[in-house]
């Protein structure tokens, strides 16, 4: 007698599935997907963003080591110059800013690598919400610059006026108001004579720095020469506004500085812009990813 055992068309999904039998009858009225369904497989454009997904971090993940390398280098370095300590405060240190933002984004960026190359939700989900945090911490910044911009102008003469005082002591704060005064042709925060406030160009110092002003007040720091001179600025503090004005830049970088700022706008805004897309592709590649790897999972 013929067996009338048929073998299925496709895969069980336990053994105990490879030892059960159907009759032709029961086979051609049930789909077989129904007993054993299979998994989703993922498409070649979510394979194409999940390996996106991977550079893109991968790519800011070196970036915030890069930060990170800079502001740790600018902390060493500046400790081993002449009256540098590792146990001075950093609080008010600009190289803590290089630090903080290169280590959140290179934890950031990790997680987002690992959680697309691993197909992670947990880091995935830390990703997305890290970015989130981030786009609320810039929408909160932006905010207060168009709620509170009289406070944050005077926030901002209390930082060059604490820059002019701490000059000689950090070489950070030295080489960016220098830049700020050079790029700017001003002297000093409301005019040149604010550099009476620092103790080493005060008339009453006992150095050779006393009533003079940085070189980067000059209007002529080269003086035709090939090699800046240096104590251009000395004993300009003892000159009257005529005889300063044709040696330095009488005007003070407050005012330049929010002139500057106001012209600028619309690169800043755009820079602003510019970022918040970066982060919004990076968070729609996560959800791509994030989407994939529930949905396969949901059939484990």
């Given at each position: 007698q013929v067996s009338g055992l048929t073998e299925l068309p496709y895969s069980s999904c336990s053994d105990d599935?490879?030892?059960?039998?159907?009759?032709?009858?029961?086979?051609?009225?049930?789909?077989?997907?129904?007993w054993c369904p299979v998994p989703p497989k993922p498409s070649t454009f979510s394979r194409c963003v999940r390996y996106l997904a991977f550079l893109w971090n991968l790519l800011?993940?070196?970036?915030?080591?890069?930060?990170?390398?800079?502001?740790?280098?600018?902390?060493?370095?500046?400790?081993?110059?002449?009256?540098?300590?590792?146990?001075?405060?950093?609080?008010?240190?600009p190289m803590l800013l290089f630090v903080l933002g290169g280590l959140g984004a290179s934890v950031v960026s990790l997680?987002?690598?690992?959680?697309?190359?691993?197909?992670?939700?947990?880091?995935?989900?830390?990703?997305?919400?890290?970015?989130?945090?981030?786009?609320?911490?810039?929408?909160?910044?932006?905010?207060?610059?168009?709620?509170?911009?009289?406070?944050?102008?005077?926030?901002?003469?209390?930082?060059?006026?604490?820059?002019l005082l701490r000059y000689q002591e950090d070489p950070d704060l030295q080489f960016l108001v220098d830049e700020v005064q050079r790029s700017l042709q001003c002297c000093?925060?409301?005019?040149?004579?604010?550099?009476?406030?620092?103790?080493?160009?005060?008339?009453?110092?006992?150095?050779?720095?006393?009533?003079g002003v940085p070189a980067s007040c000059c209007q002529d720091p080269l003086e035709s020469g090939s090699v800046p001179n240096t104590q251009c600025g000395f004993g300009v503090l003892a000159l009257g506004p005529a005889a300063a004005g044709a040696v330095?830049?009488?005007?003070?970088?407050?005012?330049?500085?929010?002139?500057?700022?106001?012209?600028?706008?619309?690169?800043?805004?755009?820079?602003?812009?510019?970022?918040?897309?970066?982060?919004?592709?990076?968070a729609l590649m996560a959800l791509r990813v994030l989407g994939d790897v529930v949905a396969f999972r949901a059939w484990g």
């Open positions: 599935d490879a030892d059960s039998v159907s009759l032709p009858g029961d086979t051609a009225e049930q789909d077989p997907r129904l800011f993940l070196l970036l915030g080591l890069l930060l990170l390398a800079v502001g740790v280098w600018g902390l060493l370095a500046k400790a081993s110059l002449p009256g540098g300590e590792l146990g001075a405060p950093l609080g008010s240190d997680a987002g690598c690992l959680g697309a190359l691993r197909a992670s939700p947990c880091l995935l989900r830390f990703f997305l919400g890290a970015l989130l945090a981030f786009v609320g911490l810039e929408v909160l910044g932006g905010l207060l610059v168009l709620l509170a911009r009289r406070r944050l102008r005077d926030g901002l003469q209390d930082l060059l006026l604490l820059c000093g925060l409301e005019s040149y004579r604010d550099w009476e406030s620092n103790t080493y160009f005060n008339c009453s110092a006992p150095g050779v720095q006393a009533c330095v830049h009488v005007g003070g970088c407050g005012t330049a500085l929010g002139a500057w700022l106001r012209g600028q706008a619309g690169a800043i805004a755009t820079g602003a812009a510019a970022l918040v897309l970066v982060e919004a592709v990076g």
